[in-house]
Nanobody, 126 residues
Framework: VQLQASGGGLVQAGGSLRLSCAASDYTFNNNAMAWFRQAPGKEREFVGAARWKGNTLIYADSVKGRFTISRNNAKSTAYLQMNSLGSEDTAVYYC????????????????????WGQGTQVTVSS
């Protein structure tokens, strides 16, 4: 399984970006995908996750209402739509995926995920 994150870039505060996570040899079914981010000098933090069975979506409080996770099954690609971006959103964004079903309480944990993408840089200028 390989995950390829893309779509990062430089955007002005208040703007939007859509990140993509293209998965190879992976099917969205009874598993989960997530987005994490890591700002310079900080630990990697949870952004949002989707558990495909039942279409459960959860988000960090800091992005709730601004970020949305979606998927395109035909393209085996997940997306992170980011709106109303601020300087605090500047980070390298990583997508991650699980091999199997995961209980809700574990979706926010880095250690839950079996596969990771390489990261894509998002820079928000104020």
């Amino acid at each position: 399984v390989q995950l390829q994150a893309s779509g990062g870039g430089l955007v002005q505060a208040g703007g939007s970006l859509r990140l993509s996570c293209a998965a190879s040899d992976y099917t969205f079914n009874n598993n989960a995908m997530a987005w994490f981010r890591q700002a310079p000098g900080k630990e990697r933090e949870f952004v949002g996750a989707a558990r495909w069975k039942g279409n459960t979506l959860i988000y960090a409080d800091s992005v709730k209402g601004r970020f949305t996770i979606s998927r395109n099954n035909a393209k085996s690609t997940a997306y992170l739509q980011m709106n109303s971006l601020g300087s605090e959103d500047t980070a390298v964004y990583y997508c991650a995926a699980t091999r199997d079903y995961v209980i809700l309480s574990r979706l926010r944990d880095l250690g839950t995920y079996d596969y990771w993408g390489q990261g894509t840089q998002v820079t928000v200028s104020s």
